[in-house]
C-alpha cells in the first residue's frame, strides 16, 4: 500500500516508558497475529471497523488512560464507562471479545484487553491503508469503569477547548491536529452538526465556514429536526476517500467542507491551520506523524507490572481471588 510498509522500522521507539516491542515474544509469540487474523477477518466484510477502533481507542486512552476500561459491562447498580453518553455509539466490541478468546486459548492470562485494542487499532488502520507501525505491548487492565467519569472532547468543541482536554494527556498541539486526521474514516451522526447546516450559534442561517454545496446536501440528508441517535442519519466525515486512511480529510477542510465544527476549526486557527494544509500537501508526511501520535496517545497513563489485571473477560473484571 503506497510506502507505508517502509514506515514499519520508523513509526516507534522500541521502549516507551515501561512498554516495549515485542512484550509477549517469549509469553505469547503468536499474539499480535492472532490479533490480526481476528482483525482481516472482519475489515473483509465491513472496512469500516477501521473508525470504529480508532474510536475505541481515543475513548478509552482519554479517560483513565489506555486500561481497557471502556470495555467493561454496567452492573445493575453501576454503570460502566461504556454507558456514557459519548460512548453509546461506540462498538467493535464484539471484535475484541472474539480476539480475547483466541487468545485465552493459545495463552491463558497473558495479554491483556489493552493490548489487544490498541494492536488491533494498528491492524485496522494499516488495512485500510495507513501506516502498519510498530506497537510497544505490556499494557494491563484497569480495575476501575465509571460513566461518570467520561469527559471527553466533542464534536463542538472549540479549538482551545479541545487543546485543553489533549494537553492534560501529556499530548501537544501538533498530536491534536494529525489525531483528528483519525477523521479520515468514519462517520458522524447528524445530531453532532446539524446546527451548522440550519441555525448555527442561533443565527438561524448554516455555518458560513461549510461550503455551500455541502451544507445543501447535508440539508437533504439530515434534515431540520432532532432524531433518537439510532435513527438519526450519518454523514461521512471525509467525502472524498471516505474507507481510507490518508490525508484526504485535510484537503477537504481547505475546501470548507469539513464536518464536525471542530474540524472546520482546524483551518480557521492560525496556530494550526498551517498544520494542517501541510498535511494535506503531504500525504506521506501525515502518515509519519500520524503512527507516531498513535503511538503516544496509546501510552498515556498506561499500567504495566503488577498495577492492574490480565482480564480472562474482556468484558468484566477478574472475580476476587
Known sequence: MKLVCLFLFLMAPFVLGDLRIGFYNSTCPQAESIIRGVVQKHFRADPSITAAFLRMHFHDCFVRGCDASILIDSKKNKTSEKAAGPNLTVRGFEIIDEAKASLEKQCPSTVSCADIVTVATRDAVSLAGGPNYLVPTGRRDGLISSSQEVNLPGP????????????????????????????????????????????????????SSMDSGLVARLRSVCGPNSKPLKKDPTAFLDQNTSFVVDNQYYNQLLLKKGILQIDQELTLDNSMAGLAAGFGSDGVGFLEKFAS?????????????????????????????
Open 293 to 321: 501520535a498513535m503511538v503516544k496517545m496509546g501510552s498515556i497513563e498506561v499500567l504495566v507490572g503488577n498495577a492492574g489485571e490480565i482480564r480472562t473477560n474482556c468484558r468484566a473484571f477478574n472475580p476476587p481471588r
Open 156 to 207: 463542538s468543541f472549540s479549538i482551545s477547548q479541545a487543546l485543553q482536554s489533549f494537553t492534560a494527556k501529556g499530548l501537544t498541539l501538533n498530536d491534536m491536529v494529525v489525531l483528528l486526521g483519525a477523521h479520515t474514516v468514519g462517520v458522524a451522526h447528524c445530531v453532532f452538526f446539524r446546527d451548522r447546516l440550519f441555525n448555527f450559534q442561533g443565527t438561524g442561517a448554516p455555518d
